[in-house]
């Protein structure tokens, strides 16, 4: 054997030893066990929960506005006074009012005198009819047919001016009370017991009427918080859960260290729409619905419009098997063993069901559940899998790229730094 012929077969055995080494490592590369964290399906109380944030309003609330135009010339109370029913607020100029309040009365008065005035004409013109009417029945020789007519119209003309005078006087008094009315509105009292939580104005401003805009004519705002709502938009996807009696856990900004415990007295029936922008930049349209939650016990100093976030007791469930939610991922029916498919290979591809990865000798196996209600961290489950069957539980990247049926190990403890090894 030649010397390039002996070198040609060292270089072809190491050739294969060395893909044989690759292959092997490879290989061995293949099955090695994705690391996972586990957890166990174990019996827990799970509290379903909706969301919502919203704001606090009272029950009752008054928005004081102006009827009349005029400038203010008095105001008697301060944002955040407590005022009494009947308490005086605010004064708007009345000397307008009291003038056509007094010309009123002048004209009335005038009308009043007209009114005796045609009342004795016609009393004195019946009497004359009267009279004329007998004289012409028992002596007519003695009163002549044209004397007779004259008396009658006399008397009709007398009747046609005293309604007339009766009608001016009923005008006449009809605008002097809306003259009351009208000199009454420049002195705004409150309509309830409450606290004033808006004043809009200043002493010289002109109050105007709210003919074309509320807001202009708001005045001031009066509310009762004797009762406090927590007003709070709920998703259309969730406000089918609720019901009028569900518990509330409320939480208020402006108190963090405390939690308020409130009922949903009221759900609307309509909803309100709102639009909202996309990532693409189109707009859509956000649906939601106004819950109000009745406070059990408000803080004394609370105060409109703070904001609120209200956690919604929807459903409990005690000692039900139970599932970290990051456990819980969607496989294609296709890729879902042991499972009655449907014929048509297309329609495996569009049908998901949801599972989790059960662990037996560390092999992780997709296996489908059916749940219940959410909890925060835990999903209950109904069927699918038992209590003490262990299941992967994380991490989320890991689950979602895991393949059924992987050799799966626990996860090293995280170092001191918090990273992972």
Same mark, same amino acid.
């Given at each position: 054997?030649?010397?390039?012929?002996?070198?040609?077969?060292?270089?072809?055995?190491?050739?294969?030893?060395?893909?044989?080494?690759?292959?092997?490592?490879?290989?061995?590369?293949?099955?090695?066990?994705?690391?996972?964290?586990?957890?166990?399906?174990?019996?827990?109380?799970?509290?379903?929960?909706?969301?919502?944030?919203?704001?606090?309003?009272?029950?009752?609330?008054?928005?004081?506005?102006?009827?009349?135009?005029?400038?203010?010339?008095?105001?008697?109370?301060?944002?955040? %006074?407590?005022?009494?029913?009947?308490?005086?607020?605010?004064?708007?100029?009345?000397?307008? @009012?009291?003038?056509?309040?007094?010309?009123?009365?002048?004209?009335?008065?005038?009308?009043?005198?007209?009114?005796?005035?045609?009342?004795?004409? @016609?009393?004195?013109?019946?009497?004359?009819?009267?009279?004329?009417?007998?004289?012409?029945?028992?002596?007519?020789?003695?009163?002549?047919?044209?004397?007779?007519?004259?008396?009658?119209?006399?008397?009709?003309?007398?009747?046609?001016?005293?309604?007339?005078?009766?009608?001016?006087?009923?005008?006449?008094?009809?605008?002097?009370?809306?003259?009351?009315?009208?000199?009454?509105?420049?002195?705004?009292?409150?309509?309830?017991?409450?606290? !004033?939580?808006?004043?809009?104005?200043?002493?010289?401003?002109?109050?105007?009427?709210?003919?074309?805009?509320?807001?202009?004519?708001?005045?001031?705002?009066?509310?009762?918080?004797?009762?406090?709502?927590?007003?709070?938009?709920?998703?259309?996807?969730?406000?089918?859960?609720?019901?009028?009696?569900?518990?509330?856990?409320?939480?208020?900004?402006?108190?963090?260290?405390?939690?308020?415990?409130?009922?949903?007295?009221?759900?609307?029936?309509?909803?309100?729409?709102?639009?909202?922008?996309?990532?693409?930049?189109?707009? %859509?349209?956000?649906?939601?619905?106004?819950?109000?939650?009745?406070?059990?016990?408000?803080?004394?100093?609370?105060?409109? %419009?703070?904001?609120?976030?209200?956690?919604?007791?929807?459903?409990?469930?005690?000692?039900?098997?139970?599932?970290?939610?990051?456990?819980?991922? !969607?496989?294609?029916?296709?890729?879902?063993?042991?499972?009655?498919?449907?014929?048509?290979?297309?329609?495996?591809?569009?049908?998901?069901?949801?599972?989790?990865?059960?662990?037996?000798?560390?092999?992780?196996?997709?296996?489908?559940?059916?749940?219940?209600?959410?909890?925060?961290?835990?999903?209950?489950?109904?069927?699918?899998?038992?209590?003490?069957?262990?299941?992967?539980?994380?991490? @989320?990247?890991?689950?979602? %790229?895991?393949?059924?049926?992987?050799?799966?190990?626990?996860?090293?403890?995280?170092?001191?730094?918090?990273?992972?090894?």
């Amino acid at each position: 054997m030649s010397r390039r012929t002996k070198f040609g077969l060292i270089a072809l055995i190491v050739v294969v030893v060395v893909g044989g080494l690759f292959f092997l490592t490879a290989a061995n590369r293949g099955k090695r066990a994705v690391e996972v964290r586990f957890d166990t399906v174990k019996a827990q109380d799970l509290v379903a929960t909706v969301t919502a944030s919203g704001r606090i309003e009272p029950q009752t609330k008054v928005d004081i506005s102006a009827d009349i135009t005029g400038r203010i010339t008095q105001i008697a109370v301060k944002e955040g %006074d407590w005022v009494k029913k009947g308490q005086f607020l605010l004064q708007i100029d009345p000397a307008v @009012y009291e003038a056509t309040l007094a010309r009123s009365e002048a004209l009335l008065a005038a009308s009043t005198a007209a009114q005796v005035q045609a009342k004795a004409n @016609y009393d004195q013109a019946e009497r004359t009819v009267r009279r004329a009417n007998d004289l012409a029945k028992s002596s007519p020789d003695l009163i002549s047919t044209e004397a007779v007519e004259q008396a009658q119209t006399s008397f009709e003309v007398s009747k046609a001016n005293l309604n007339s005078a009766n009608a001016q006087v009923a005008q006449n008094r009809a605008t002097l009370q809306d003259a009351r009315d009208q000199l009454a509105k420049t002195r705004l009292i409150s309509p309830l017991d409450g606290r !004033v939580t808006r004043l809009n104005v200043e002493v010289g401003e002109v109050a105007v009427p709210g003919t074309f805009s509320r807001e202009t004519a708001l005045l001031m705002t009066v509310s009762d918080l004797s009762v406090i709502l927590a007003k709070v938009q709920v998703d259309e996807t969730d406000v089918v859960r609720l019901e009028l009696g569900d518990s509330v856990r409320v939480t208020i900004d402006a108190f963090p260290d405390t939690a308020f415990i409130g009922r949903v007295t009221e759900i609307s029936n309509s909803a309100q729409l709102s639009a909202t922008s996309t990532a693409s930049g189109s707009s %859509d349209r956000a649906v939601d619905f106004d819950v109000e939650i009745t406070l059990a016990n408000p803080p004394a100093d609370i105060r409109p %419009d703070l904001s609120a976030t209200a956690k919604i007791i929807t459903d409990t469930r005690t000692q039900v098997p139970s599932v970290p939610i990051i456990a819980l991922t !969607v496989r294609q029916h296709g890729d879902v063993p042991n499972e009655d498919m449907p014929a048509d290979s297309a329609a495996k591809k569009m049908t998901d069901t949801e599972g989790v990865f059960v662990v037996r000798g560390g092999v992780a196996t997709f296996t489908p559940v059916k749940v219940g209600i959410a909890g925060e961290e835990f999903f209950e489950v109904v069927s699918g899998v038992q209590n003490g069957d262990s299941i992967v539980a994380g991490t @989320y990247q890991t689950i979602r %790229d895991l393949k059924d049926s992987a050799r799966v190990r626990a996860m090293k403890a995280p170092a001191p730094g918090g990273e992972q090894k």
